[in-house]
């Protein structure tokens, strides 16, 4: 008879691997997957798409994220305002003498900051007049922190841009600033230049999603440079920032709000208007304390990156997102790539030892149990925790590793469950020997008796009805499924019946008397000797 691929494959598997004693295919999966662990965490990180697809879901999903800090507001250059302005100012960018009469009118109420998501790289060539406005509100201004960008760090020795000449943006710069430069967009505008700075770079992961930040960066003879978020803490709370410079800090997960619009927006046109004297399309909140953002969340700017909330997030988002961060010292720590990838290859080498221990009984509610179980860790520490558990990869890899052992378990049991088509007759006659269990043939006592014979009898062979062990699946023929019987070499089943004959009592299985069978018999004969012994027995 002419066997399927899949069957033919599946045979030939269980000839090649189901006879292997359980130890060993456990710890060599336990190697392997070990082996693949590290190969993959330093050298290929083929998990890591899978483990930020995960995370971002659980973010979006998450049940409790921190408030947003009700100091912060955004002056929003939205798309209202451009076309709003655009009759008078034209296109973006306008003169700068319009930011000039926005940032007088904040200061004149004292903000505890206004931070400035707009590179001032260039000179206004068309309104020199704007430039010298903005350049003397900014020399009026107390409280403004400006953006520069930072360029790759490979370039900073072909830099000339010292402490010397941008002092505002080093940690703790000495009074006679070094010479160790760094790659960097300045400010065009002298005032900009000498005022408080932070570079704004979004430091984004291989997918091009937005999750972590940068506080710091250290340059090549261990001087810092800060961001505008750590800029901002400076001016609003000078012991927190203190605190954050004495901290060692690197790239660290954002605790994100609840949503992409978490800070209260006002339209930029709005506040020009009531600053020079108009009348606003809509009320224009006092910025008094307040921690005031100027950026802007129109599309037709290209100030839009994927972040885990949203593919098309609004730069000023996620920057008033850190800068709320670094007010509250709201931080999420990672466990380092190394511990994380010693947390995946201990939980296999646990598993292996479960697996052991129990022989194979609760493959099947551990296989899902264990990775959701895990999941669910990880999805509780992004709940308010300072610390995420990234345990995606363990998540993962339990699954497979339990998934593979139930598949090898399949095939050990269609191995030694076998009816060799005919009976070889080189090893004598055959027996069989008919056994009754108290209950069905489940998983855990079938495992068991397999167990007892490859370890005593080898030879032998074990007959028993098909069951189909799926939860909440009836079993098809529960008339047989107490039925069992061991089949082998007459003076092997002997031996069985001898030694195996207390350990059956305690599994609560009765045995009945042997039946020889004929050298020729095939699977039919085997069948029809089996009903007739087990009828004998009921």
Known sequence: MLQSPVVALQSWLSRKLGALPPRKIIWGLVLVFSSWILLDVLVLKVTSGQSHASFDAMVRTRLHAAA??????????????????????????????????VLDYVEQQQPAAVVWDIVFSDADRISPGGDAAFDAAVKRSRHSVFSVVRLPASADARSALSRAVLPGLWVNAPEQAGTTTAALIPPALPAVAAA???????????????????????????????????????????????????????????????????????????????????????????????????????????????????????????????????????????LPRWLNACLAIALCAALGLWVQQHKFSKLLPMT???PIALLLLSYGTLNGSPWFLDLQLSAGLALVFLTLLRFWNQLRRTYWCSV??????????????????????????????????SEHVPDCRVIAPDL????????????????????????????????????????????GKLVPLQQDAGRVEVVANALTAWAAMH
Do not use: C
């Open 368 to 370: 899902f149990a264990v």
């Open 468 to 511: 189909n062990s799926l939860p909440l699946h009836p079993v098809r023929w529960p008339e047989l499924s107490r039925y069992a019987a061991l089949l082998g070499p007459h003076t092997s089943v002997l031996r069985a019946a001898d030694l195996l004959s207390s350990p059956l009592a305690t599994l609560q299985v009765q045995s």
């Open 420 to 453: 060799p088509e005919p009976l070889p007759a080189d090893t004598g006659t055959w027996a069989l020997w008919p056994l009754l269990h108290d209950t069905a043939w489940t998983d855990v006592p079938l495992d068991r008796l397999i167990d007892l014979v």
């Open 68 to 101: 947003a800090d009700p100091r912060i507001v955004v002056i929003d250059i939205d798309e209202a305002s451009l076309q709003g302005m655009a009759g008078e100012f034209g296109r973006w960018p306008w003169p700068r003498d319009t930011l000039a009469t």
């Open 196 to 334: 408080p700075l932070g570079y704004n770079n979004g430091y984004v992961d291989e997918d091009g999603v937005l999750r972590r930040y940068r506080a710091f960066d250290t340059l090549r003879d261990g001087s810092r440079i800060r961001s505008v978020a750590m800029t901002t803490l400076s001016l609003v709370d000078p012991p927190a920032y203190a605190r954050a410079v004495a901290a060692t800090q690197g790239d660290a997960l954002i605790a994100w709000r609840g949503n992409t619009h978490a800070y209260p927006r006002v339209a930029f046109a709005d506040v020009f208007s009531q600053a020079d004297g108009g009348k606003p399309l809509h009320a224009v909140p006092a910025f008094a304390g307040k921690v005031v953002l100027i950026g802007s969340t129109a599309s037709s700017l290209h100030d839009i990156h994927p972040t885990p909330l949203s593919a098309e997030q609004a730069g000023v988002n996620s920057l008033a997102t850190v800068i709320d961060n670094a007010l509250n010292e709201r931080r999420i720590a990672e």
